[in-house]
């Protein structure tokens, strides 16, 4: 089992910034491919960002490129997710996956996940 624990979460401004982090522990974390996902209320889950064992392969979907970056550090067991000029549409519980093989672009493929951290932004 893979434990996921993400923090960082809170309260924003229009236009602020937020750095979630997701800690893993129980598996080898660098065999993973890490993803963050983000459920708005009353919403789908949605996809918002992929990186590989490495960081050399990432994924980001259209509603947040050139906003957000994902990061992992792989002597730290952890993923990062840096948020930039947030939006009230970015409102929503967002959760850090874990996938051994993938394909990291299908939810399913995800065996792990945190608990949530809620991100709020105000307009």
């Known amino acids: 089992q893979m434990q996921l624990v993400e923090s960082g979460g809170g309260l924003v401004q229009t236009g602020g910034s937020l750095r979630l982090a997701c800690a893993a522990s129980?598996?080898?974390?660098?065999?993973?491919?890490m993803a963050w996902f983000r459920r708005a209320p009353g919403k789908d889950r949605d996809l918002v960002t992929t990186?590989?064992?490495?960081?050399?392969?990432?994924y980001y979907a259209d509603s947040v490129k050139g906003r957000f970056t994902i990061s992992r550090d792989n002597a730290k067991n952890t993923v990062y997710l840096e948020m930039n000029s947030l939006k009230p549409e970015d409102t929503a519980v967002y959760y850090c996956?874990?996938?051994?093989?993938?394909?990291?672009?299908?939810?399913?493929?995800?065996?792990?996940w945190g608990q949530g951290t809620q991100v709020t932004v105000s307009s």
């Open positions: 996956a874990a996938t051994r093989y993938g394909p990291p672009l299908i939810s399913s493929s995800y065996a792990y």
């Open positions: 129980g598996r080898t974390f660098s065999a993973y491919y």
């Open positions: 990186i590989d064992y490495t960081g050399a392969s990432i």
